[in-house]
């Protein structure tokens, strides 16, 4: 397992940008696959987007694709996701998971989460 440490979260307008970090620990976070999840107020856990290990190939869902982009600097241990053209229902409390294996779109196969940050986005 490795530590999920994020930041980078605040208040944006819509139509603004935000990026969010999510550094590990550990000396073999280059075999991880790294995704990120958000929860909204009264709604379910959603998957947002993975990325997974080398080759680095990312895969979001369909709410956030074209907007959201996942990268990854295994140098500094750290998975980002950039987000453009944020909307209001882009409010949500984002979390980053990893696991030391495939990347996959379910939240029950990762083990390490980070502590989680709120994304506000006021119109």
């Known amino acids: 397992q490795v530590q999920l440490v994020q930041s980078g979260g605040g208040l944006v307008q819509a139509g603004g940008s935000l990026r969010l970090s999510c550094a590990a620990s550990?000396?073999?976070?280059?075999?991880?696959?790294v995704a990120w999840f958000r929860h909204a107020p009264g709604k379910e856990r959603e998957f947002v987007g993975t990325i997974s290990r080398n080759p680095a190939i990312a895969y979001y869902s369909n709410s956030v694709k074209g907007r959201f982009t996942i990268s990854r600097d295994n140098a500094k241990n750290t998975v980002y996701l950039q987000m453009n053209s944020l909307k209001p229902e882009d409010t949500a409390v984002y979390y980053c998971a990893a696991r030391a294996g495939v990347a996959t779109t379910f939240y029950s196969d990762f083990g390490s989460w980070g502590q989680g940050t709120q994304v506000t986005v006021s119109s």
């Open positions: 550990g000396r073999t976070f280059s075999t991880y696959a």
